[in-house]
């Protein structure tokens, strides 16, 4: 039997079983992702306080993303991921332990500290796996499987949340994280090539990334992706529990707006390929923006959470080809200066949208945010308008 799963094994890639992997430490992740402002919000009582504390946290995230930029170029990126995918799950048990405050604020710190090493490692370990002429394929595969355990999470989660409790579904995310850790351990991944000269002036680094027009236009496009999602994990499942429904319908939610994604994300970057990241761009986030200024005259939450799942569908055009414009305006030596810049986007984008709706939250009703929204939304339209469609075939040198 043994002997028989063993030969299986081999026909297996290494980029499949790194994909299976991040699979189940997915599941762990859109579980906790799910009843994280729930989580916050048992013991602040409000959604501005959640709004705040939860951008002091990405605030955070994003200066260890550029402190990390010196240490990834000479770390051996293989053992560095399957360690911190442990710390990740040790981190999840002892949340779901946790009744305190100040232990929460403590271990939600060294957490992002750990996410943002766990997330850029995996990036460049896909990278390391995959053969140039096989790059798009296998980042397809790999994130394919990533949204499938963020499809399956969040009903795991809001379920587990209803019939236990919030504290229950940190267990469950442990559990399937150190189920990824006891995976990870049997792949044999690849190192990097050690850089000789570090890039240790952090503020000169990140500097430098704006230089150009185009890896600044990039880096704003990630940021509106990032801005929307903000809003969706964070004080939508606030709003959803504060009109009497269950957990289990914000597990329900965050399902379906996933949905389309599955659906239509490849899709999305085989036209691409065909006809270019601008026209997709200008289309979806314009469709954002009308959506949420639509939003805004609506009050019945199940109509809110039905218009936000349509947005969903425009979003799968715009979010798998982020990250390919990204990497079709820079060189391939440039790709470990500028890389993990780029992931701070996310980072800065949490930050600034968190601030901004708790200040809205402070002063007017839910549904003001969503103006707010729309003109962001905008705004990315007016800069998408303003780029230039980069070689799709880029030569890799």
Request: hydrophobic letters at 55%; proline letters at 2%; aromatic letters at 16%.
């Amino acid at each position: 039997m043994l002997n028989i799963l063993s030969r299986e094994r081999k026909h297996i890639t290494r980029i499949a079983r790194l994909g299976i992997a991040g699979l189940i430490m997915a599941i762990g992740m859109a579980s906790v992702d799910t009843v994280w402002a729930l989580y916050l919000f048992s013991f602040l009582k409000s959604e501005a306080k959640v709004g705040f504390l939860a951008a002091i946290f990405t605030a955070i995230s994003f200066l260890s993303s550029i402190a990390l930029i010196p240490f990834i170029e000479r770390m051996d990126e293989s053992k560095v991921y399957k360690w911190i995918v442990f710390i990740n799950g040790m981190i999840y048990l002892a949340f779901a332990l946790n009744r305190s405050l100040t232990i929460l604020i403590i271990l939600a710190i060294i957490n992002v500290v750990i996410l943002n090493t766990r997330i850029t490692t995996f990036g460049i370990l896909v990278r390391n796996e995959s053969k140039l002429k096989d790059l798009s394929k296998d980042e397809s595969i790999i994130y394919t499987l990533l949204n499938i355990g963020w499809l399956v999470g969040p009903l795991i989660a809001g379920f587990a949340a209803d019939r236990f409790s919030i504290n229950f579904v940190f267990l469950l995310a442990f559990i399937f994280v150190m189920l990824a850790f006891l995976m990870t351990l049997q792949i044999k991944l690849k190192r990097s090539r050690i850089v000789r000269e570090n890039h240790k002036n952090l503020i000169k680094n990140f500097r430098a990334y704006f230089r150009t027009w185009k890896r600044t236009s990039a880096y704003i496009i990630s940021c509106g992706v990032a801005f929307w999602w903000s809003f969706i994990y964070i004080f939508m499942p606030i709003e959803i529990i504060k009109t009497g429904l269950s957990p289990a319908f914000v597990g329900l939610f965050l399902f379906l707006v996933i949905v389309p994604l599955i659906l239509f994300e490849y899709y999305a970057g085989k036209l691409a390929d065909r006809h270019g990241f601008r026209i997709f761009f200008i289309c979806g986030f314009l469709a954002l923006s009308l959506l949420s200024g639509m939003i805004f005259f609506m009050d019945n939450i199940f109509m809110i959470a039905f218009c936000l799942f349509t947005g969903s569908f425009a979003i799968a055009f715009i979010e798998p080809l982020q990250e390919s414009y990204f990497f079709a305006c820079i060189k391939k030596k440039d790709e470990e200066i500028y890389y993990p810049t780029f992931l701070t986007s996310k980072s800065v984008s949490q930050t600034l949208s968190r601030v901004m709706i708790a200040v809205i939250l402070l002063k007017f009703s839910f549904n003001y945010i969503f103006i707010m929204m729309s003109l962001v939304m905008l705004a990315v339209v007016l800069v998408v308008l303003n780029i230039k469609e980069p070689l799709l075939n880029r030569t890799f040198k």
